[in-house]
């Protein structure tokens, strides 16, 4: 053994040359396909885990282009690579609504959830795909908001998806999506309802009402909905009260003695769109917290009409 030759240090260079190449490779492709997120837009998010949820999603739906249904075996045998912190899973549907995939609730393979409602009378799937299908440029990364109830719980909570569609190796169309439980709420989840809404109401005028106002639609949203008034205040789709009285909302004070729904108005008159803070006081005595008011003023019939919704405001960073 002491005389069998030693390989010469061009051949040695040259093998851990050869293997630096492969490793280079194979990370350029694993960062293709499984770490960089084909999403260019994740500054309009306020909250980490969001940004997180969307880039993951995102790369759920570039593997499945790539793979197929072969990307679901990674989805399954490598759970934790595909969830926020265990928090999350994966879905796959596709465009007819029967499940090809599921992470939290793996029975529902082969279902086709199409007409599945939550207690509010919404179907999330139906939802989903008409998000995809036809609101893809106010609503890009596909959110839905619906009642859910996590595996391994017994009570419901409002869940968060976003949904990316995508066509696999043999032409089948497909959505694969994601979602948080009790979600931190972002201006951007409301800012899709309102833009929507306004988009509805000037497609159908006034008969687009009732949808925006029906607590199954997708304009109702963690408690909250679309409300509707005219130049002069009145409600048409009041923002609290689900009864036939027109309330003037440009009455309402804040905490602060600001009339906010007021000052929307006077946005709105040089503005196509516009956002106010307000300070909310839940009940007497408590402390005062931000909320925002985002509005759009269109056009129906000849009648100008502000379309807007109240939603909770960031958190500060230390709190997210």
Same mark, same amino acid.
């Given at each position: 053994?002491?005389?069998? +030759?030693?390989?010469? +240090?061009?051949? /040695?260079?040259?093998?851990? $040359?050869?293997? %630096?190449? @492969? ?30 949820? /969307? ?5 759920? =739906? ?8 072969? =990307? ?19 879905? /796959?549907?596709?465009?007819? $609504? ?10 529902? +393979? ?14 999330? /799937? ?10 893809? =440029? ?10 859910? #109830? &996590? ?22 169309? %497909? ?13 951007? !989840? ?24 029906? *607590? ?9 909905? #679309? ?9 048409? @789709?009041? &923002? ?9 909302? !440009? ?24 956002? %106010? ?7 007497? $005595?408590?402390? *005062? ?17 502000? %379309? ?13």
């Amino acid at each position: 053994m002491e005389n069998a +030759k030693k390989p010469s +240090k061009k051949l /040695v260079a040259t093998g851990i $040359g050869l293997a %630096v190449i @492969i490793v280079i490779l194979a990370a350029v492709q694993f960062f293709r396909i499984g770490k960089r997120s084909p999403v260019s837009d994740l500054h309009r998010y306020d909250y980490r885990d969001t940004r997180q949820l /969307v880039a993951l999603t995102a790369r759920a =739906a570039a593997l499945i282009k790539d793979k197929g249904e072969h =990307a679901f075996e990674s989805f399954r045998k490598n759970p934790g690579s595909w969830s926020l912190d265990g928090n999350s899973y994966l879905y /796959v549907y596709d465009m007819e $609504g029967v499940n090809l995939f599921h992470g939290g609730y793996p029975e529902l +393979k082969g279902q086709n959830l199409i007409e599945l409602t939550d207690l509010d009378g919404k179907k999330p /799937v139906n939802i989903i795909i008409d998000q995809l299908e036809n609101h893809g =440029a106010d609503n890009p990364h596909g959110w839905s908001h619906y009642l859910w #109830v &996590p595996p391994g719980a017994i009570n419901l909570v409002w869940k968060s998806s976003c949904n990316f569609k995508a066509t696999m190796p043999d032409g089948r169309e %497909v959505f694969v999506g994601s979602g948080i439980d009790s979600p931190l709420q972002e201006k951007e !989840f409301y800012r899709i309802i309102v833009d929507e809404a306004v988009e509805l109401l000037r497609r159908e005028g006034p008969t687009g009402l009732e949808e925006i106002k029906s *607590p199954d639609s997708h304009f109702s949203i963690h408690d909250r909905g #679309v409300f509707v008034i005219k130049r002069d205040g009145t409600a048409i @789709i009041d &923002p609290g009260l689900n009864l036939d009285l027109p309330r003037n909302l !440009f009455e309402y004070q804040d905490s602060s003695g600001r009339r906010p729904v007021m000052e929307l108005s006077k946005q709105l008159l040089t503005n196509e769109n516009g956002w %106010v803070i307000m300070l909310h006081r839940g009940r007497k $005595g408590s402390k *005062p917290i931000k909320k925002g008011i985002y509005g759009r003023r269109v056009n129906i019939d000849g009648e100008d009409l502000i %379309v807007g919704v109240i939603c909770p405001m960031p958190h500060p960073a230390w709190m997210r």
